[in-house]
């Protein structure tokens, strides 16, 4: 079993920065594999970007160039990131990490979900 608690959202003016995080805790294994998906009302679940534990990252071609995904394995943690900049209206959205022993790139098929954190962009 894995938990993932993520934090840091808000509400932000078009143009501004955000760093969303997510603790994870419970069978490492289950996070070989960590992912940030986001969801808007009226929409699916979309892939935002993915990491594995060496750290190699994949993102979705509309986020590449703003937004920058990064683990923390360090001391035993094992925190998840998403640093978002030149944050756009469109951007708003519930944020979600995941997290599985498989790499599911951006497919929503991952195992663990965390609850999700608001991210709302003004204009």
């Known amino acids: 079993q894995v938990q993932l608690v993520e934090s840091g959202g808000g509400s932000v003016q078009a143009g501004g920065s955000l760093r969303l995080s997510c603790a994870a805790s419970?069978?490492?294994?289950?996070?070989?594999?960590m992912a940030w998906f986001r969801q808007a009302p009226g929409k699916e679940r979309e892939g935002v970007a993915t990491?594995?534990?060496?750290?190699?990252?994949?993102?979705a071609d509309s986020m590449k160039g703003r937004f920058t995904i990064s683990r923390d394995l360090a001391k035993n943690k094992n925190t998840l990131y998403l640093r978002m900049d030149s944050l756009k209206p469109d951007d708003t959205a519930m944020y979600f990490c995941a997290s599985d022993r498989r790499d599911w790139l951006l497919l929503p098929h991952y195992s663990y979900w965390g609850q999700g954190t608001q991210v709302t962009v003004s204009s």
């Open positions: 419970g069978d490492t294994a289950s996070t070989s594999y």
């Open positions: 990491i594995d534990r060496d750290g190699r990252s994949y993102y």
